[in-house]
């Protein structure tokens, strides 16, 4: 996948923003990226997008900033002189496609029936926006197209909140969801960044859904994990779930019959997004130990761990 794509499916959520007052993209960007979100789709409904994608390209550097409701070759030109990153439009024009495709451009354009996707796909693009999402048959949709698009990726936009997100986000062909509502007119106007900063953690933290998975336990050997994890299931009615590297006590305890990673134990944490997981955790400076990475067959992280100890304690994400 192209990396800046890749970046946008790691960060997840693409905040849409209509700004009229350039002054205000700068501190709105740091606000995005406080609560999680260092990405932002301009939109060109206002006449201070250009200059907005161009002050926050030029003052936060690491933010991922691109131009949404571009129409036009004109829009578009002006669009990524003042730095925009990806170009996104609510329709498909396959003609306004290829003309953004032979500056270089990454398109996003939107689609809503099969007929636009193929084109889309034809074009050579591995992510379209599937828009307005809700009004169009949302997931059930897109998961209805996913059958004969088995190698195309959506960005639904349009109806999208916090209370929904995960009913997309759960569908491996959705790259990233774009929404306005952590972003709406009435917060930039009034310059609460504090809750912009606020709502977006909410929406990143429901994205994650970090919750404790299981704890491992050390054992020094085999005879002594059988021993555990038979006491534990003996006393709590637990099922007894022997492997072949471990023995599980229902689904809670994780009895290792040798010693693995931590001096004590492991403690694993779910996540409904190993990959985001390890994107948003390495933005507060968490490291990884890449030689326990593990995949599935589509090249998605199903689990790894973190290099530091919690209290003895190896700290393992899996995907729930």
Known sequence: MNQILQTISNIGIVPVIAIDDASKAVPLAHALAAGGLPAAEVTFRTAAAEDAIRAISREVPDMLVGAGTVLTREQLDRA??????????????????????SKGALMLPGTATGGEMEQAMALGLEVVKFFPAEQNGGIAKIKALAGPYKTLKWMPTGGGKTKNLMDYL??????????TWMVKKELIENEKWDEITRICREAVKTMLGFSIHHVGINCENEAEAETTAKTLCSLFGLEYKPGNSSIFAGTSV??????YLGAKGHIAIGTNSVDRAIYHLARQGV????????????????AIYLKDELCGFAIHLVKR
């Not at 990153?85 to 496609?97: A, C, E, L, R, Y």
């Open 254 to 259: 994780e009895c290792m019959k040798h010693p």
């Open 170 to 179: 759960t569908f491996d062909q959705i790259a990233a969801c774009g929404g």
């Open 287 to 302: 490291a990884f130990d890449e030689a326990t990475r593990k995949t599935d067959a589509k090249g998605a992280t199903k």
């Open 80 to 101: 990524l002189d003042a730095g925009a990153q990806f170009i996104v439009s609510p329709g498909f024009n396959p003609d306004m496609v290829k003309y953004g495709l």
